[in-house]
T-cell receptor
Framework: GEDVEQSLFLSVREGDSSVINCTYT??????LYWYKQEPGAGLQLLTY?????DMKQDQRLTVLLNKKDKHLSLRIADTQTGDSAIYFC????????????FGQGTTLQVKP | NAGVTQTPKFQVLKTGQSMTLQCAQD?????MSWYRQDPGMGLRLIHY???????DQGEVPNGYNVSRSTTEDFPLRLLSAAPSQTSVYFC?????????????FGPGTRLTVL
């Protein structure tokens, strides 16, 4: 079945780069997403990548997709304390209207 | 635009009670969905709707009912609350089914069932 896995916790120092990893099982995924959730808030879409792309860059964010290994990563350059949050990876399934599969979320802690 | 609104923000129920979580969006989005978020489990899809009058089950539909009589509203009903339904519930909307369009999330309803 479909499954999305993430490591649960990452701690970095302010100014360093953060890399959050995600693996998925469904090779028919069309879009893969990264969401950010701050404490007590809903989810905010950060960026997404279409499954026929290898990389997407958006300001401090870089998404890398390895379709062969079904591995997705989110790199945050020059990480700031305001980046502390939970980051969710999600995939949408081809041909299945409206279904998003989420990972468990990675808590990013940024130390000053 | 108010975006996606959810009420109430917090709710405590006793086992066996019923209640309706409200969700509304003012963006004329066709697609709406309900998720529950539990620690260490990410978000799981409960029910979704691709338009007024059309609903379908997600990953964890048992114990929940939905209806979509208008484009704007998508209420989630708990008919007989159970402690296992203690969770944070998020409603989301999108112009079309998930793809390149942004999915907008509401602020969430934190539900505790005693």
């Amino acid at each position: 079945g479909e499954d999305v896995e993430q490591s649960l916790f990452l701690s970095v120092r302010e100014g360093d780069s953060s890399v959050i990893n995600c693996t998925y099982t469904d090779s028919s995924s069309t879009y893969l997403y990264w969401y950010k959730q701050e404490p007590g808030a809903g989810l905010q879409l950060l960026t997404y990548i279409f499954s026929n792309m290898d990389m997407k860059q958006d300001q401090r964010l870089t998404v890398l997709l390895n379709k062969k290994d079904k591995h997705l990563s989110l790199r945050i350059a020059d990480t700031q304390t305001g980046d502390s949050a939970i980051y969710f990876c999600a995939e949408s399934i081809t041909g299945n209207t409206g279904k998003l599969i989420f990972g468990q979320g990675t808590t990013l802690q940024v130390k000053p | 635009n108010a975006g996606v609104t959810q009420t109430p923000k917090f709710q405590v129920l006793k086992t066996g009670q019923s209640m309706t979580l409200q969700c509304a969006q003012d963006m004329n989005h066709e697609y709406m969905s309900w998720y529950r978020q539990d620690p260490g489990m990410g978000l799981r899809l409960i029910h979704y709707s691709v338009g007024a009058g059309i609903t379908d089950q997600g990953e964890v539909p048992n114990g929940y009912n939905v209806s979509r009589s208008t484009t704007e509203d998508f209420p989630l009903r708990l008919l007989s609350a159970a402690p296992s339904q203690t969770s944070v519930y998020f409603c989301a909307s999108q112009p079309t089914r998930p793809g390149a369009d942004t999915q907008y999330f509401g602020p969430g309803t934190r539900l505790t069932v005693l």
